[in-house]
């Protein structure tokens, strides 16, 4: 009987085939820095704060009338000037890839480390912002969803009690046209999670950013518009408990969603001041702390703040999501 040789008996030759095609791995959506004001801190200048300065308000307070031709008016209005500082602070990472690794790798990770890194200080950014809109800034305008009356209530309520509903956000918008807030491209602009756009989307008026994209340029992550207010969705939402207020909980039930005009935050600005600026270092060749050349490191350094311009530009609105 012929004896066949075939693959089975000579298995230990074969190898696992890999894909070198990467499956695509999760990509936080951002939103918010695009839309901050950004102030430059100038190399040399001494400081690691920057200021912003705003000017009081409109007001008919010193207006007279003037009852005598060629009389000028009795009192003078006066001018002042309020500033608003944040101080920088520095963050960084690195990734750390073996020669040995580099030598038997499938993938290009350096390649990778350089992209990852990226993505991760760009989320870092949007964090600080996200995290500096929803804390405890004095003045801030805050609404409920579904009428009801303070922070608690929406915590003690059930979702269904506290999904936004079609007008909660007309009173974004009246809250902001009261205090002259100026527009950013004549609307307003909302970032709320994944879970309050569904809400949002399922009311009526709502009008998908499909429907106007032809005549309008959308801004990045836009989704529709209501109210006055065109939207965006984010990945990376302010959530707390219910309890306490201001206070991040990455497992929280309440979603904070942000409306806003020009100038309500700002961010700093340092990106061709380098080293200042975020940047990302791929440093590799023998050293005193890697005498054998045995790793290349890959990371960032960033120079960064974020602060609450004009609280009386934005709008915090709470709510909770019938998404599950």
């Given at each position: 009987?012929a004896v066949e040789t075939?693959?089975?008996?000579?298995?230990?030759?074969?190898?696992r085939?890999?894909?070198?095609?990467l499956?695509?791995?999760?990509?936080e959506?951002l939103?918010?820095v695009?839309?901050?004001?950004?102030?430059?801190?100038?190399?040399?200048?001494g400081?690691?704060?920057?200021?912003w300065f705003?000017f009081?308000?409109?007001?008919?307070?010193a207006?007279?009338?003037?009852?005598?031709?060629g009389?000028?008016?009795?009192?003078?209005?006066?001018?002042?000037?309020?500033?608003?500082?944040?101080?920088?602070v520095?963050?960084?990472q690195?990734?750390?890839?073996?020669d040995?690794?580099?030598l038997t790798?499938?993938?290009?990770?350096v390649?990778?480390?350089v992209?990852?890194?990226?993505?991760?200080a760009?989320?870092?950014?949007?964090?600080?912002v996200?995290?500096?809109l929803?804390?405890n800034?004095?003045g801030?305008?805050?609404?409920m969803a579904?009428g009801?009356?303070?922070?608690a209530?929406?915590?003690?309520?059930?979702?269904a009690?506290?999904?936004?509903?079609?007008?909660?956000?007309?009173?974004?918008?009246?809250q902001?046209?009261?205090n002259?807030?100026?527009?950013?491209?004549?609307?307003?602009?909302?970032?709320?999670?994944?879970?309050?756009?569904?809400?949002?989307?399922?009311?009526?008026?709502?009008?998908n950013a499909?429907?106007y994209?032809?005549?309008?340029?959308?801004?990045?992550?836009?989704?529709?518009?209501l109210w006055?207010?065109?939207?965006?969705?984010?990945t990376?939402?302010?959530?707390?408990?219910?309890?306490?207020?201001?206070?991040?909980?990455?497992?929280g039930?309440?979603?904070?969603?942000?409306?806003?005009?020009?100038?309500?935050y700002g961010?700093?600005?340092?990106?061709s001041?380098s080293p200042y600026?975020?940047s990302?270092y791929?440093?590799d060749?023998?050293?005193?702390d890697?005498?054998l050349?045995?790793?290349t490191v890959?990371?960032?350094?960033?120079?960064?703040?974020?602060?609450?311009?004009q609280?009386?530009y934005?709008?915090?609105?709470?709510?909770k999501?019938n998404?599950?």
């Amino acid at each position: 009987m012929a004896v066949e040789t075939g693959t089975s008996g000579i298995s230990t030759q074969f190898q696992r085939y890999f894909s070198k095609e990467l499956l695509d791995y999760i990509v936080e959506s951002l939103q918010l820095v695009q839309f901050a004001q950004k102030a430059p801190l100038p190399a040399k200048s001494g400081s690691k704060t920057i200021r912003w300065f705003r000017f009081d308000e409109p007001s008919t307070g010193a207006i007279e009338t003037l009852s005598n031709e060629g009389t000028k008016p009795t009192g003078e209005r006066a001018l002042s000037l309020e500033n608003v500082d944040a101080d920088l602070v520095q963050y960084g990472q690195v990734i750390s890839i073996t020669d040995i690794l580099q030598l038997t790798e499938l993938f290009s990770h350096v390649e990778q480390a350089v992209k990852v890194t990226g993505q991760d200080a760009a989320l870092h950014a949007d964090k600080i912002v996200r995290n500096e809109l929803g804390s405890n800034v004095t003045g801030k305008q805050t609404r409920m969803a579904n009428g009801l009356a303070d922070y608690a209530a929406v915590g003690a309520a059930s979702a269904a009690d506290a999904v936004v509903e079609f007008n909660d956000f007309l009173d974004c918008t009246t809250q902001l046209r009261k205090n002259n807030t100026p527009m950013i491209g004549g609307n307003y602009v909302g970032v709320v999670s994944p879970e309050v756009a569904s809400d949002l989307m399922k009311t009526s008026g709502w009008q998908n950013a499909a429907s106007y994209s032809a005549v309008e340029s959308l801004y990045k992550g836009e989704i529709g518009r209501l109210w006055g207010i065109r939207f965006l969705q984010t990945t990376v939402p302010f959530l707390s408990d219910g309890s306490t207020q201001h206070t991040y909980d990455a497992s929280g039930t309440v979603h904070s969603s942000f409306v806003f005009g020009q100038n309500a935050y700002g961010v700093s600005d340092v990106a061709s001041q380098s080293p200042y600026g975020p940047s990302v270092y791929v440093t590799d060749g023998a050293s005193k702390d890697d005498p054998l050349n045995q790793k290349t490191v890959v990371g960032y350094k960033s120079f960064y703040a974020a602060k609450t311009l004009q609280p009386k530009y934005y709008v915090e609105m709470y709510s909770k999501t019938n998404f599950s």
